[in-house]
Structure formats: structure tokens, C-alpha cells
């Protein structure tokens, strides 16, 4: 499984031999969305992720108690 600092250096190792504009052409997605992402300010949409070969997969975990800790 990877975490969204592995994805955004994923994308980030991209950028050490091409421009932003070429590597936002290359993901699917605009210069400003790619600049976003890269400053945190977005997370990877379906076009990116598609583009890295990636899903996004949603994971739960019990707390540490095992409680649902549900307001009465």
C-alpha cells in the first residue's frame, strides 16, 4: 500500500527530468491542478491517479480500545 507522501513523490520524481507542463500533459490534468497537488492544496483525482496506475483505496481501524466511542 502506498500513502499520499508516496504518491505525491511519485509524481514529484517525474518532475526531476520534465516540466510541470509536460508532466501535467502526461498525468491528464491542468498546469494549475499539478502546481496545486504539488503544494498540497489539492488531492489526486481519478485522471492522475488512472495516469500513475493507481486506485484509490479507502481503509477503517478499530481504536485502540476496540469502543465505538458513540455520543450519547
Known amino acids: 500500500m502506498l500513502n499520499s507522501d ?3 513523490c511519485m509524481v514529484a520524481a517525474k518532475l ?5 507542463r509536460e508532466v501535467a ?3 491528464g490534468v491542468s498546469c494549475s491542478y499539478l502546481n496545486d497537488y504539488l503544494h498540497f492544496r489539492r488531492e489526486p483525482g481519478p485522471a ?3 495516469a500513475l ?4 483505496v479507502a481503509m477503517y481501524e478499530r481504536t485502540a480500545d ?3 466511542n458513540a455520543a450519547a
Not at 16 to 20: A, G, I, L, M, V
Not at 53 to 56: H, Q
Open 66 to 68: 476496540g469502543s465505538a
Open 6 to 8: 508516496d504518491v505525491r
Open 48 to 50: 492522475m491517479l488512472e
Open 16 to 20: 526531476e527530468s520534465k516540466t510541470q
Open 25 to 27: 500533459a502526461e498525468l
Open 53 to 56: 496506475g493507481l486506485r484509490r
